[in-house]
C-alpha cells in the first residue's frame, strides 16, 4: 500500500501554515516557506518514508527556510553596502562602513555558544572567525583611513579591524584601540563609545584608571544594565572580587537581554 | 489548542536556593536545558512564543481613570506578590500535551542538578468562537 503523499500533504498544509504564520510576522514570507516545504515534502516522502510528525517536518524545513532568507538578508546588505562602496569608491565614510559590517560579520561565528549562550569578544575562539572577511575588512578600513578625516563607520572600522587582527584579547594593540575611542569620542560624545573606551583605557593604563572614567558616564546613559556590566568586569580585572559579583547582579537585574542576562548571572556565579 | 504555560518566581517545591547561590556549571545546565526545551518545541511546530521578563526590579504598575495622570509604582510589587518571570505560548493538540511540556518545565535541572520542582501555570488561551 503506498501512502497518498499528495493527500497528506494537502491535509497538512493548513496546520503548518497556521504554525509558521504565527511565529513570523511576514505572512507572505510565511506562505512561500511552507510552499517550499510542500514541495519538499513531495519530493522526499515517497523517497524516504513519511515522517512519524508530517507536520512538525513541514514547519521545521519552512522555519529553517526563513531563516536561511534573514542570513540572505543580511548578505544582501552586505552587497548593498559594496554597491555602494564600488559607486562612491572615494568616499571614505561608505568605506568605512562596508569594512564594519565585513569585521562585524566575520566575528558572528564565534558569538553564540552550543546553546545559544552569549560569548564575548575576549572569550571568543577566533578561529571561528572568517579569515576571508577580516583580510577584506581591515584592507577597506585602511583604505578609509587613509583618507583622511576619519568619521564615525571609518574609526569604528579600524577599531574592530585592530581587535579582528589579534590572536587573542591579550595580544590586541590596546594602545591604538584607545587612540582610537579618544577621536571617537572627541567626534561624537557617546556616552556608550565613552563606556568602551573606559575598558580600552583598563586595558592600557590598569582597572582602577578605567573605573575612574566611568564616573560620570552613568547620568549620561541614564540607565540599563552596561554600565554595571562594564565596572562589573573593571572591579574583577582589578581584583575585587565581592565588588564585582554586586555589580554583575544589579547587572543582570538590569538586562532586557535574556542571553545577557543568564551571561552576567553565570559571571556573578563564577566570582562567588 | 493554545495554551499560555507561566512561571513567576515563587512557586519553588524543591529544597534548592535562589539562583544566586547556585554554582556556574548548575546555571549553565538550567540555562541549557530551557533552551534545548524550546527547541524542541520549535521542531515539533508547538512553539509560538515564549519569553523571558526583565527582572520584578524594573516593573511598572499602572492604574488610570483615563482622566488625570496614572498611577505609576515601580517594582518588586510591594505586596510581595509572585510576579511573572516567563511564559512559554504553544500550540498542542491537546489539555495532556500542554500538561507534559509544563511537566518538563517544571523538573529543569537546578541545584546539584537536582529538579527545580517549581510550580507551573497552564490556562488555555480563549479562542475565536466557532463561525455560524
Redesign the interface.
Known sequence: MTTDVEGLLRRCAPQALGAVARRHADFAAAEDAVQEALLAGAQQWPRDGVPDNPVGWLVRVAVRRLADEHREVTARRRREARVLHAAVPDDAEVTGLLALLLLTEARRPARSGPHGELVPLAEQDRSLWDRRLVVEGVHLATDALRAGRPGEHTLQACIAALHDQAPSSEATDWPQVLALYDRLHALTGSPVVALHRAVALAMVHGPARGLAALDGVAERLGGGHRLHAVRAHLLELDGRPRDAVEAYRHAAAAATNLREREYLTLKAARLT | MRYMIMMDYGGVESACEP??????E???AH??FQ??LQAEL????????G??L??P??AKFVVSDGVGAPVVIDGPYPEGKELLAGYWLV?VDSLDRAIEIAARASAAPAQGGLPIKQRIEVREVMSAPAAE
Not at chain 2, 19 to 24: A, G, I, L, N, V
Open positions: 539562583m544566586d547561590r547556585w554554582t556556574p548548575e546555571l549553565q540555562f541549557a533552551a534545548a520549535a521542531e515539533r511546530g508547538e512553539f509560538v512564543d519569553q523571558g526583565a527582572s526590579d524594573q500550540d
